[in-house]
């Protein structure tokens, strides 16, 4: 029987930022490897006019805002995801680099060429 999807219940805001953090994990320009298996994010990107760029892919505002957000943060540290340095960075967790928020192929727009 697969797994629970969102087993942590996080609601749309932290699901979006999760994923977020998770693509800035991937990204050399933002990524730290860390040796407990977690991973540091810092230069957290600012929106130019409705979106921004996060290696590859392109990342309407709109599904940005809880990049700035305390409180979203504040849920995933408390759900063992990140340890938060908010607003300047955060650590993902081995956990939080490996839960699917399902969100990726939604809020992560991807060129075709």
Known sequence: ???????LNLNALQLKTLTLLQ???RSPDHATALGDGGVGVSGMP?????HFHVGGALVMARDAT???NPGAWAALERK?????????AAVLTPAGLAYDTGLADVILHR???
């Open 1 to 7: 029987m697969p797994g629970k999807r969102n087993p």
């Open 23 to 25: 693509e800035l994990a």
């Open 46 to 50: 600012h929106a130019h006019g409705d």
């Open 66 to 68: 809880g990049l700035s």
């Open 80 to 88: 063992g995801l990140i340890k938060s340095q908010f607003p300047h």
């Open 111 to 113: 060129g075709g060429h």
